[in-house]
Nanobody
Framework: QVQLVESGGGLVQPGGSLRLSCATSKITFSMYAMYWYRQAPGNQRELVAHITSARVTNYVDSVKGRFTISRDNAKNTVYLQMNSLKPEDTAVYYC?????????WGQGTQVTVSS
C-alpha cells in the first residue's frame, strides 16, 4: 500500500542534466527524512543526498555543487536535480523514506551518462 514511485531517469550525455522525482503515497510525507541512494554495477550502494523534515540537506562530496535535493510536501514528492552529469554518475538511483524504525524504498530508476 505504501508506494515510492521514481521517475525521470534516462540516458544523457556528459555535462547534461536530469531531474529525478520520487512520488510517495500512504505515508505522512512531511514527517519523513528522504534520501537518494545510487548503486552502480560492481559498486556498493552509496548515499547521494539527504533532506530532513526540516529541509536540512546533505550531499556526498562527489556531487556537491552539482546535485540538489528538494521536497514539496504539498505534492508528497522529493526531487533530485542533477546537473553537470559525469559518466561516473551512472547508476540505479533509489528513493528512500525513513521515520525512526520505519524504512521504505522505491524501485529505482536508471541513470546513464554516456557520449
Amino acid at each position: 500500500q505504501v508506494q515510492l514511485v521514481e521517475s525521470g531517469g534516462g540516458l544523457v550525455q556528459p555535462g547534461g542534466s536530469l531531474r529525478l522525482s520520487c512520488a510517495t503515497s500512504k505515508i505522512t510525507f512531511s514527517m519523513y527524512a528522504m534520501y537518494w541512494y545510487r548503486q552502480a554495477p560492481g559498486n556498493q550502494r552509496e548515499l547521494v543526498a539527504h533532506i530532513t523534515s526540516a529541509r536540512v540537506t546533505n550531499y556526498v562530496d562527489s556531487v556537491k555543487g552539482r546535485f540538489t535535493i528538494s521536497r514539496d510536501n504539498a505534492k508528497n514528492t522529493v526531487y533530485l536535480q542533477m546537473n553537470s552529469l559525469k559518466p561516473e554518475d551512472t547508476a540505479v538511483y533509489y528513493c528512500n523514506a525513513k521515520l525512526g524504525a520505519i524504512d521504505y524504498w522505491g524501485q529505482g530508476t536508471q541513470v546513464t551518462v554516456s557520449s
